[in-house]
Nanobody, 126 residues
Framework: VQLQASGGGLVQAGGSLRLSCAAS????????MGWFRQAPGKEREFVAA????????AYVDSVKGRFTISRDNAKNTVYLQMSSLKPEDTAVYYC????????????????????WGQGTLVTVSS
């Protein structure tokens, strides 16, 4: 499985961006997906996760109400819609996928994920 993240860029505080993560492989539609981020000098942080059906999602508290994770299994793509962006959202954002299929619990920890994209940089200016 290969993951390709895109959609990052420079945006002013209060603005919006949508990240996309395109996945190869036939198991995408049965696998949980997640987004993580890593700011300079900080550890990788969980942002959002979604189960294979798209029904259950999870978010870190700092992005609740501002970010929305979704997926389109027909397109093998997971999205992260980010709104009301803040300078503290500045980071490299990584998408990740699990090899565990049919789980109904969104995975929040990095060790739950087996596949990682290359990252896309989001910079929010004040």
């Amino acid at each position: 499985v290969q993951l390709q993240a895109s959609g990052g860029g420079l945006v002013q505080a209060g603005g919006s961006l949508r990240l996309s993560c395109a996945a190869s492989g036939r198991t995408f539609s049965r696998s949980g997906m997640g987004w993580f981020r890593q700011a300079p000098g900080k550890e990788r942080e969980f942002v959002a996760a979604i189960v294979w059906t798209g029904v259950n999602t999870a978010y870190v508290d700092s992005v609740k109400g501002r970010f929305t994770i979704s997926r389109d299994n027909a397109k093998n793509t997971v999205y992260l819609q980010m709104s009301s962006l803040k300078p503290e959202d500045t980071a490299v954002y990584y998408c990740a996928g699990t090899s565990l299929q049919y789980s109904t619990i969104p995975a929040r920890i990095p060790s739950s994920y087996d596949y990682w994209g290359q990252g896309t940089l989001v910079t929010v200016s004040s």
